[in-house]
């Protein structure tokens, strides 16, 4: 695999293949793999992706969250994703008509905030590339 730290995401094949070849899936056992899956998924977020990319991103990120969950130790949070997701807006002085101009449906911002409406995969990854958080943090 190339060193994903200078792959820009305009770099990466557009087709599952593609991805696989550049980067096969398979189960992380180690370190070094878990370095080179994240450095790749981190190249990938925020983007807009074709439908295989899709694909490939939340296979690749399922393989992380399975290594992390199972090998690294899991703080025990009983976290609020929608009291996170406010508690960044403030942060970054964001109303809800800008959240729905980042998410790309103006209306979507304030539905978010009211609770009418819940983030999708797209939603949280966008949101945690703005907000340069795990996306953990809206799950």
């Not at 878990?34 to 899709?54: I, P, S, V, Y």
Request: charged share 25%.
């Amino acid at each position: 695999m190339k060193k994903t730290s200078q792959l820009r995401f305009a770099d990466l094949p557009r087709n599952y293949a593609g991805l696989i070849s550049h980067f096969p899936l398979r189960p992380i056992h180690d370190q070094v793999d878990l370095d080179n899956a994240t450095e790749l998924a981190d190249a990938m977020a925020g983007h807009e992706f074709t439908r295989d990319q899709e694909d490939y991103f939340d296979v690749l990120v399922t393989l992380i969250d399975q290594y992390e969950q199972t090998h690294l130790p899991q703080p025990k949070l009983n976290h609020d994703p929608l009291g996170n997701l406010r508690f960044l807006m403030d942060q970054h002085g964001m109303t809800a008509s800008d959240l729905g101009r980042l998410l790309g449906q103006r209306e979507l911002g304030s539905k978010l905030v009211r609770g009418e409406r819940e983030l999708s995969k797209t939603h949280i990854r966008k949101l945690a590339d703005y907000f340069h958080v795990s996306p953990a943090a809206f799950m």
